[in-house]
């Protein structure tokens, strides 16, 4: 009798039950609310899971969101709750508003598993906020192992791609061609607009808080969230240092740290704290805890414009622009990117980077290194409108020459004006180192000159305590305090010329 066995065959996977919603995953119990800050507003709020619509404070003002219905509802406020304990009021609304937007685009990635979430991947995320909401959403899924997800996934969620890369190097890229950074002209009218602001006396509460924010950008480099947050403790009682000059360090909050606080300790340019004065005493008789009124970003760069408007200068620039500016200027001076990670507030040196590589400054330093032709100092020049040489100055115009009596002393050649003195109403030499019309000459002798003279001044304006509030002695260190700094450069100037 012959024994037939029956054709081998490989044994088959029990076939398993795939849930058709993550609402049928076994989902761990999470904290039933959470507790977010608007540092904007300085209002605080605790938005439950029992509710299906949250009002979230956010940048000075209140997001209502509403979540799907019934059960899915309640798991995307836990999913939020999961992933955003320790982030920004802002970053949660933005999650929210994703998650509910995209929900059928993150079931199918989450349903689809580790072996087809690259594949599903492709095919439903579209943009940068997408991709971030969903990577918060798949890492957590991996840490509570639900849905066949594992803390061995986590590899593969960073793999993928989040989009940011477009976005990023075009933002790279402005800044590299400096499309972002004020031009010199612009700048030199802020500060004069600051500059006049500063001896004004009869600046109206609006006025001097749209300009101290302006000075606090512009000399600071902060983002908008950071002057909104400031306390009065933040902002102390100047004091004069050792030259009597008054010196007022301000103390700012570090933003997007990701739970990281520290403080970061700016002193204000001397010239400029009256400004400051002024917006303290404002908030002190309005008895607000914050030094700004304004609650929000918007808000405050509305009055920015405003006060500059009524200055003559047209705001057609942007906060962002100027703490760009602020940064690009540090590496224009040479500074190394830590000290520009530093002056910014964030956590690694990797912007900083963008900043040098757009320096025109290092630009020079690397061209003298190889011996590169001098075409590119050229160009510096005229890009900085920096210094005039001797010979320039010979060739000037009577009239573009700048020359006065300043105290006792004759002060002559010190620099020519673009526009002409004769269609000047301020004195010369005192006024024009604040003047952004003014090109200083690359020369030592005449700008001691001018600061010697400029003293004998300020000694006079000492002798009389009457006398050491006016407009005038203000304005007049003010020139003092570029006039050193001109005296400054052109002794480097002059000293590298020397070397050369």
């Known amino acids: 009798m012959t024994l037939h066995q029956a054709p081998w065959s490989a044994p088959q996977p029990s076939k398993t039950l795939v849930p058709a919603s993550v609402l049928e995953w076994p989902w761990p119990a999470c904290p039933s609310s959470i507790s977010i800050y608007d540092k904007y507003a300085d209002v605080r709020a605790t938005l439950q899971v029992s509710e299906t619509t949250w009002s979230i404070p956010t940048r000075g003002l209140t997001e209502r969101l509403s979540f799907s219905k019934a059960e899915l509802g309640e798991l995307q406020r836990k999913l939020a709750i999961q992933t955003q304990a320790s982030n920004a009021p802002s970053t949660l609304a933005m999650f929210v508003r994703t998650m509910v937007n995209h929900w059928a685009d993150y079931e199918r990635l989450l349903l689809g598993g580790p072996t087809e979430v690259r ?170 805890s914050r030094a700004f009124s304004s609650t929000t970003a918007a808000k405050l760069w509305k009055l920015v414009k405003r006060a500059c408007k009524e200055r003559g200068l047209n705001v057609d620039f942007k906060a962002y622009g100027v703490r760009h500016t602020s940064a690009q200027s540090l590496a224009d001076a040479g500074h190394d990117r830590a000290s520009i990670k530093e002056f910014l507030g964030h956590g690694s040196v ?65 620099g020519i004006c673009r526009s002409g003195q004769s269609n000047c109403s301020y004195n010369p030499v005192t006024s024009c180192y604040a003047c952004s019309r003014f090109m200083p000459v690359a020369e030592v002798a005449p700008h001691q000159e001018a600061i010697a003279g400029m003293r004998e001044q300020v000694q006079l304006y000492l002798g009389d305590s009457s006398s050491e509030s006016s407009p005038a002695f203000l304005q007049l260190r003010t020139a003092l305090s570029g006039a050193q700094q001109a005296l400054e450069l052109a002794t480097s100037i002059v000293g590298e010329a020397d070397v050369d």
């Open 350 to 414: 990797n912007a900083a980077t963008t900043y040098l590589r757009a320096s025109r400054q290092q630009g020079e330093i690397v061209n003298k290194a190889l011996g590169a032709s001098k075409l590119y100092e050229t160009i510096i020049a005229f890009s900085t409108d920096a210094f005039i040489d001797t010979k320039q100055l010979l060739e000037a115009g009577e009239d573009q020459q700048i020359g006065a009596v300043v105290g006792s002393r004759l002060v002559a050649g010190i």
């Open 119 to 288: 594949a599903l991947w492709a095919e439903t995320i579209h943009d940068v906020t997408a991709a971030k909401a969903a990577k918060m959403i798949l890492k957590l899924v991996c840490r509570l192992e639900l849905g066949g997800w594992a803390p061995l996934h986590n590899a593969l969620v960073k793999s993928l791609d989040t989009l940011a890369d477009a976005p990023l190097r075009s933002q790279r890229g402005k800044l590299k061609r400096r499309e972002k950074v004020l031009t010199v002209s612009t700048q030199a009218d802020i500060v004069g607009v600051l500059d006049e602001a500063a001896v004004d006396p009869n600046l109206d509460e609006l006025e001097a808080e749209g300009l101290a924010a302006l000075a606090l950008f512009f000399q600071h480099g902060m983002r908008p969230v950071q002057l909104l947050a400031l306390r009065l403790e933040h902002l102390p009682a100047p004091v004069l240092d050792a030259s009597g000059d008054a010196a007022l360090v301000v103390s700012y909050h570090a933003a997007k740290q990701g739970g990281k606080t520290w403080e970061l300790l700016r002193q204000v340019k001397p010239e400029w704290v009256s400004l400051l004065v002024k917006l303290r005493d404002s908030a002190i008789r309005a008895e607000r």
